[in-house]
């Protein structure tokens, strides 16, 4: 088939017409995040993939449309069409007219020795629409400090895009889990709102 490229998702099969498209259905540029659909699943559905939500007629109209899979995720496509994962698209975060997945900043976060966990959501900004949040858990031996936040906020300037640096850093003793033991950014931006 083909090389494994470590950290992406690899090449679509080819019993699936999958696309990464904008907004407006168009498909996006190699190097630009859009969200994943199946094409064409009127004509053919493909083997695997589920036909409806059972007496969900929005959730239905929501990820079919257009002849179209709407999966809710969001990925890019390198040169060689590999597919890289971004996130959820529920989860982007649209700031100053960017689209900033949290994966790439959790990642980022994750390779610095003081972060145990962490999860990465939205808050709102009267000038920038939305901005990064970092929620996280220290790992032993480290406190939380201003200089921490300062620290972590270079670390992901230097790992990663510097726009992507998360402006609003919070410490916690834990972060809210799914009944899988995933982190629930769902409960995380529900917690702000009350905060708001």
């Not at 990820?63 to 995720?73: E, P, Q, R, V």
């Not at 982007?92 to 990642?107: D, L, M, N, Q, T």
């Not at 917690?191 to 708001?196: G, I, L, N, V, Y």
Request: glycine share 8%; hydrophobic share 35%.
């Amino acid at each position: 088939w083909f090389p494994i490229k470590p950290g992406s998702m690899g090449k679509p099969s080819p019993l699936f017409d999958l696309d990464i498209v904008d907004e407006n259905g168009q498909t996006c540029e190699d190097g630009v995040v859009g969200s994943i659909v199946v094409r064409n699943v009127d004509q053919y559905h493909p083997v695997g993939l589920f036909r409806c939500y059972v007496d969900d007629p929005e959730a239905m109209s929501h990820s079919f449309k257009n002849g179209w899979y709407d999966t809710g995720d969001t990925a890019w496509r390198d040169s060689e069409g590999y597919l890289w994962f971004e996130g959820r698209s529920d989860d982007i975060i649209k700031c100053s007219g960017y689209r900033i997945g949290p994966f790439e900043v959790e990642s980022a976060l994750m390779t610095h020795p003081s972060v145990l966990e962490c999860a990465i959501t939205a808050v709102p900004d009267p000038i920038r629409g939305q901005v990064v949040k970092a929620t996280i858990v220290l790992a032993k031996g480290y406190t939380p400090s201003d200089a921490l936040k300062k620290e972590l906020q270079n670390h992901v300037k230097h790992t990663t895009a510097p726009y992507k640096y998360p402006r609003v850093v919070a410490f916690v003793d834990k972060l809210p889990k799914t009944t899988s033991g995933k982190i629930s950014r769902k409960e995380l931006r529900k917690q702000d709102e009350r905060k708001a």
